[in-house]
């Protein structure tokens, strides 16, 4: 808004404050608020009406919510420890978790004075790695900045970071959201070094202090910040949920939010639909799960929309997600940036990238999630559906196609996908739901793909029926056995023989007459509950082509 604008805007709203009935509320920081959202938040009718007087200036509230449709706008600043054997500046090692506290410490990342960093190689190439598979442009010049600020948990007072020469720009990632395909923009890929970690205690007299733990200062931390592009609580999920799988395709971190080796803030604000307006940003922190980041980000949009239609403003802050009470809390006012001081750090060289050492790297790079997913569905003739789930998580997709490699008779195309696709089912049903209730992962479990191609041969040769293999899939799951030695101990193997099966379905024809009529006078439901009593009668071992071809044989059906 120009100069002469604000001012003629400005005489005729105080014309149509002193004319019009006012609500009592309107303070002037409501009335500036509402002359730099005017433009955008009053349809032009309204607009014109109240600047030539003849409408009373609306209450702010109903200027915000008579026009407008809020979106929802979320960017989202990733960090992930990665897993170089030393820290990032010294030799100690990063393998921390299970140390004793401050026992993983040399001078350099206790903070001493005099002493000097070095650059852990690893480090650089995993970042320079990561942004490869990002689609960054790689710098040809990098450099390592110190970012000052007073905490406890950062011993040196600054934090080595990068600031305005980072390692990776300007790269994206899709995600999937209901079968459409969006492009997320990611601004950098940085590498830093992580914080001491701080334990909050009390006394039983009720005194508090805090205990510093070094082990973790100093190990690599790579920083992997969004565009604000993301618009809503799910596609801010399925955006981490790519970015993890990525991580771990590449083997660069764990990516274990649980455990801290993958971090997430979100910053996020609601404006009106078609606009490029912030209403006041808010940056929520302390969100450890990706269910976490889901919830805290649904209840934030919502309460920015209601304290907007209460008439009040969004006022820039952090603020925490309280996970117990399903809340975001305020932290601390972000009114006034940081000011950090960067400069660059004056112990350590820039870095120079050389191309041919780029592309020795981008040469390197496994074949990542989206390549793999479609490679799935040509290759195996998987359903989308499948081919996501199954890419989602690295070893699954290993898991599958080890299996693959093991079956027979899959240099027929028809054969290779119907089995391919048997093996999917299995790995996404049965297998993902025992690995649930067990909380373990495919890594640890005791069925290998050899034991679960077994089984499926056992089915396709029609010794195992689709019932009983559920039960010897469990059994196989918690046991570790093949599965023929299951069949024969528990007898399991399919009954196939129809003289054995007739005699069965008589048997169940004679006991169940009220299904009988009804499937006489045209109920369907009741033959396949006739066909369950006969399943059921033989421990899910009949063959449950056979016994329905019985039941209709001897209902006389078609
Ligand atoms: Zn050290």
Known sequence: ??????????????????????????????????????????SQE???????????????????????????????????????????FCSCSADYANAPPNTYVCPICLAMPGVLPTINEKAVEYTVMTALALNCTIAEYARFDRKNYPYPDLLKGYQ??????????????????????????????????????????????????????????????????????????????????????????????TCNMEEGSFRCDANISIRPEGTTEYLGKVEVKNMNSFKAVYRALEYEAKRQRQELEKGGRIIQETRGWVEERGMTVSQRSKEYAHDYRYFPEPDLPPLVF????????????????????????????????????????????????????????????????????????????????????TNASIEETRVTPKHLVEMLDLIDEGTLSGPAAKTVFEDMFLNGKPASDIIAEKG???????????????????????????????????????????????????????????????????
Not at 10 to 22: C, D, E
């Open 354 to 437: 050389d191309k041919t050492w780029v592309e020795e790297i981008r040469s390197r790079l496994p074949e990542l999630p989206d390549v793999r997913r479609d490679r799935f569905m040509s290759q195996y003739g998987l359903p989308t559906y499948d081919a996501n789930l199954l890419v989602d998580s690295k070893a699954m997709a290993d898991y599958f196609e080890d299996c693959i490699k093991l079956m027979t008779g899959t240099s027929n195309e028809n054969n290779l996908h119907k089995k391919a696709k048997a093996v999917s089912n299995w790995l996404l049903g049965d297998f993902s739901r025992m690995l649930n209730t």
């Open 1 to 42: 808004m120009s100069a002469t604008h604000s001012v003629i805007l400005l005489g005729v709203v105080f014309r149509a404050v002193s004319t019009g009935p006012i609500q009592p509320a309107l303070s002037f920081t409501i009335l500036e608020d509402y002359l730099s959202h005017s433009k955008v938040l009053c």
């Open 46 to 88: 309204t607009q014109r009406q109240t600047l030539e007087g003849r409408l009373p200036l609306p209450s702010y509230a109903a200027i915000l919510t008579d026009v407008v449709e809020y979106e929802t706008v979320i960017g989202l600043e990733v960090h992930a420890q990665l897993l170089t054997r030393s820290k990032m």
């Open 160 to 253: 080595i970071s990068q600031y305005d020469a980072p390692m990776g720009q300007h790269g994206w990632l899709t995600i999937d959201m209901d079968g459409t395909k969006k492009k997320l923009d990611i601004t950098r890929v940085h590498l830093e070094e992580d914080t001491a970690k701080l334990t909050h205690c009390t006394t039983p007299e009720g005194e508090t202090y805090s205990l510093v733990d070094a082990n973790r200062a100093g190990v690599p931390l790579m920083e992997i910040v969004g565009e604000p592009d993301i618009s809503s609580p799910e596609e801010a999920r399925q955006y981490l949920m790519k970015l993890r799988t990525i991580l771990q395709y590449l083997g660069v971190s």
């Open 492 to 558: 399991l193997s399919q009954i196939s023989d129809s003289s054995e099966i007739e005699k069965i379905a008589a048997q169940i024809i004679a006991d169940n007459s009220q299904a009988v009529s009804d499937f006489q006078d045209g109920k369907q439901q009741a033959l396949a509950f006739l066909i369950g009593q006969v399943m059921k009668a033989t421990k899910g071992r009949a063959n449950p082509g056979i016994a329905k071809r019985i039941l209709l044989d001897k209902l006389g059906g078609k």
